[in-house]
């Protein structure tokens, strides 16, 4: 029976993720979109929340440039832009 419980946890802690990267909620989503948009940028791909930053994949300017990006948690303005 110990052996059993033993085996339970430590395939319980096996199987869970740890602070897995989440995507928005619709809220989120609508202001990261509002952000963006008043930023300069038509469209992007993944958005996620990793580590303590909003991270965007492949946002693209009107100018049609192509950027990763980096947005604060707290009011979803560009801290980092890296071009792609």
């Known amino acids: 029976m110990h052996r059993t419980l ?13 602070l ?12 990261i979109a509002a952000s963006l948009t008043a930023a300069g940028f038509k ?6 929340f990793s580590g303590s930053v ?3 994949d492949d946002a693209r300017s009107i100018e049609g ?10 009011d979803f303005g560009i801290i980092r832009k890296d071009g792609d």
């Open 20 to 31: 897995a990267d989440r995507g928005p909620s619709q809220d989120e989503a609508a202001k």
């Open 54 to 56: 909003w991270k965007v």
């Open 43 to 48: 469209s992007w791909n993944k958005i996620e």
């Open 65 to 74: 440039k192509t950027y990763d990006l980096q947005l604060s948690p707290s």
């Open 6 to 18: 033993i085996a339970f946890a430590a395939t319980a802690l096996i199987a869970s993720p740890a």
